[in-house]
């Protein structure tokens, strides 16, 4: 017969059991002792304040009639009485009175302990005198020398009242009952959350599927809950990764069909140059200069690839350091000047001085000549650029526009995706690679702030976005 290996919940469950049942068994051995104890105890107290009574009653005298006189008024039913002196010589016995026979008591454990602490007690002894059991209990004089004695027959009565209560036993019983119940309810629940998150282990590393009943619902309880959320991420990243995916095809084919048009161009200008050996040198030359410029686009292009990769693929590897966001604007500007002089185009600086925050030098520069080269690629002619900045705390906010024709309000949401262009043919010729905004926007992310885009009323773009002051 094959068993089945025993789960999770199943092995906690016995453990758990094992030592609580450790526990109840210790806890009624420790009560049933304690308990018996304190019994014992307290009827040996009542026996030392009787003997005390005697001996206050005959003032410290041995007499039999004054013993005899003090039980009759005393009366406990089974009670004997013995006076022993120091030298284990009974004096006195209210049971029997040939003293002359009684055997030496010194060895008695009770008076043995009497004389040498006060007092002393044993349960249960066989009297060898009378040869019933008694429970003795006795008090030494230490003035007189005398040792009193009582004892009570071990009787029925007697170890009935010895005995332990029972309540307790029966409280722990049910109490085990009850644990026993609740523990299993509970584990049986944690066994199967185990269960499920084990076959959502098994299925996924095996990419099957993990729409099926038994994963569908969970214990109502809180590993249920968190079983479930397990498996909705684990679903939400599969779904994110399928996502992303379809995003890297994209992007691959976009790459591809990006650099197909200047290779295709270099490709036919060399091989007309090539096949025509005929050809003149203006018209090579021209030629060549076309290709040049094919290969500065594709540079270009590799650049920006690679801008990007190195914002996806190195998030929180980045080096930050401060960056004069005022004296990296001012490059740019006197970097573009001819081309901004060519299309008779402004750029108004209102930006103050020392502008610093904590980021990257060479992304937080790509971020403000992405957005002037984009506004010299498509603002037109005779426009204006501004940029301005203000004190937000934690943070500076920036406004960088322009005064040109704008985009249609239907591109807007789309402007920052890798490769969109408003209008494709233009954007070729002009020699941009459809990358700059996607980098302005991620840079801008990194840095822990936000960015968006508008159309100025009055026409062209308008660019909102934050920087943190201190990193990302």
Same mark, same amino acid.
């Given at each position: 017969?094959?068993?089945?290996?025993?789960?999770?919940?199943?092995?906690?469950?016995?453990?758990?059991?094992?030592?609580?049942?450790? =526990?109840?068994?210790?806890?009624?051995? =420790?009560?049933? @002792?304690?308990?018996? *104890?304190?019994?014992?105890?307290?009827?040996?107290? $009542?026996?030392?304040?009787?003997?005390?009574?005697?001996?206050?009653?005959?003032?410290?005298?041995?007499?039999?009639?004054?013993?005899?006189?003090?039980?009759?008024?005393?009366?406990?039913?089974?009670?004997?009485?013995?006076?022993?002196?120091?030298?284990?010589?009974?004096?006195?016995?209210?049971? #029997?009175?040939?003293?002359?026979?009684?055997?030496?008591?010194?060895?008695?454990?009770?008076?043995?302990?009497?004389?040498?602490?006060? *007092?002393?007690?044993?349960?249960?002894?066989?009297?060898?005198?009378? !040869?019933?059991?008694?429970?003795?209990?006795?008090?030494?004089?230490?003035?007189?020398?005398?040792?009193?004695?009582?004892?009570?027959?071990?009787?029925?009565?007697?170890?009935?009242?010895?005995?332990?209560?029972?309540?307790?036993?029966?409280?722990?019983?049910?109490?085990?009952?009850?644990?026993?119940?609740?523990?299993?309810? =509970?584990?049986?629940?944690?066994?199967?959350?185990?269960?499920?998150? #084990?076959?959502?282990? /098994?299925?996924?590393?095996?990419?099957?599927? %993990?729409?099926?009943?038994?994963?569908?619902?969970?214990?109502?309880?809180?590993?249920?809950?968190?079983?479930?959320?397990?498996?909705?991420?684990?679903?939400?990243?599969?779904?994110?990764?399928?996502? *992303?995916?379809?995003?890297?095809?994209?992007?691959?084919?976009? &790459?591809?069909?990006?650099?197909?048009?200047?290779?295709?161009?270099?490709?036919?200008?060399?091989?007309?140059?090539?096949? /025509?050996?005929? &050809?003149?040198?203006?018209?090579?030359?021209?030629?060549?200069?076309?290709?040049?410029?094919?290969?500065?686009?594709?540079?270009?292009?590799?650049?920006?690839?690679?801008? %990007?990769?190195?914002?996806?693929?190195?998030?929180?590897?980045?080096?930050?350091?401060?960056?004069?966001?005022?004296?990296?604007?001012?490059?740019?500007? $006197?970097? @573009?000047?001819? *081309?901004?002089?060519?299309?008779?185009?402004? =750029?108004?600086?209102?930006?103050?001085?020392?502008?610093? +925050?904590?980021?990257?030098?060479?992304?937080?520069?790509?971020?403000?000549?992405?957005?002037?080269? !984009?506004?010299?690629?498509?603002?037109?002619? /005779?426009?204006?650029?501004?940029?301005?900045?203000?004190?937000?705390?934690?943070?500076?906010?920036?406004?960088?526009?322009?005064?040109? +024709?704008?985009?249609?309000?239907?591109?807007?949401? $789309?402007?920052?995706?890798?490769?969109?262009?408003?209008?494709?043919? #233009?954007?070729?010729?002009?020699?941009?690679?459809?990358?700059?905004?996607?980098?302005?926007? /991620?840079?801008?992310?990194?840095?822990?702030?936000?960015?968006?885009?508008?159309?100025?009323?009055?026409?062209?773009?308008?660019?909102?976005?934050?920087?943190?002051?201190?990193?990302?």
């Amino acid at each position: 017969m094959l068993f089945s290996k025993p789960t999770v919940g199943q092995k906690l469950y016995f453990s758990i059991l094992a030592v609580f049942l450790a =526990f109840t068994a210790m806890f009624l051995f =420790f009560q049933r @002792t304690r308990e018996k *104890q304190f019994k014992t105890e307290t009827l040996n107290i $009542r026996l030392q304040s009787f003997n005390a009574n005697v001996y206050e009653a005959i003032g410290g005298c041995v007499e039999e009639k004054a013993l005899n006189d003090y039980l009759a008024g005393h009366h406990v039913s089974g009670l004997r009485l013995t006076v022993i002196g120091k030298d284990g010589k009974v004096l006195y016995d209210n049971v #029997r009175k040939d003293y002359q026979h009684f055997s030496n008591h010194l060895g008695r454990k009770e008076v043995t302990e009497a004389i040498m602490n006060g *007092q002393g007690y044993e349960i249960e002894r066989n009297s060898k005198t009378l !040869n019933v059991d008694y429970f003795y209990s006795a008090t030494y004089f230490r003035k007189e020398g005398i040792v009193i004695r009582s004892a009570l027959p071990y009787n029925d009565d007697l170890a009935k009242s010895l005995k332990t209560d029972q309540h307790y036993i029966w409280f722990a019983l049910s109490a085990i009952i009850v644990l026993t119940v609740v523990l299993w309810r =509970f584990l049986t629940r944690l066994g199967d959350n185990i269960s499920k998150l #084990r076959t959502f282990a /098994n299925r996924a590393a095996r990419n099957e599927s %993990l729409d099926t009943e038994d994963l569908a619902v969970f214990p109502d309880d809180e590993l249920g809950e968190i079983a479930e959320r397990i498996i909705k991420i684990y679903k939400n990243l599969e779904s994110t990764r399928k996502e *992303q995916d379809v995003l890297k095809r994209q992007l691959t084919q976009n &790459i591809a069909h990006e650099l197909k048009t200047p290779v295709a161009s270099i490709q036919g200008y060399l091989e007309t140059i090539r096949e /025509n050996s005929g &050809i003149d040198e203006v018209t090579k030359e021209q030629f060549i200069d076309r290709c040049y410029v094919q290969t500065q686009r594709l540079v270009s292009l590799l650049n920006d690839i690679s801008m %990007l990769n190195r914002i996806d693929d190195a998030l929180g590897y980045m080096d930050f350091e401060n960056v004069d966001l005022s004296e990296t604007v001012e490059g740019i500007i $006197r970097q @573009t000047a001819l *081309q901004l002089e060519a299309k008779h185009m402004k =750029f108004i600086n209102r930006m103050p001085n020392n502008i610093v +925050i904590n980021g990257n030098q060479s992304l937080l520069y790509s971020v403000f000549r992405n957005l002037t080269d !984009n506004a010299i690629a498509y603002a037109g002619e /005779n426009t204006c650029i501004s940029l301005e900045c203000r004190d937000g705390g934690d943070r500076w906010y920036f406004t960088f526009s322009d005064n040109g +024709i704008g985009v249609g309000n239907e591109h807007l949401a $789309r402007l920052f995706e890798r490769f969109y262009r408003v209008d494709k043919g #233009r954007s070729r010729k002009m020699g941009g690679t459809g990358l700059g905004l996607a980098i302005v926007k /991620n840079a801008v992310l990194l840095h822990g702030g936000t960015i968006s885009v508008k159309n100025n009323p009055e026409g062209g773009l308008r660019f909102d976005f934050s920087l943190k002051k201190y990193g990302g």
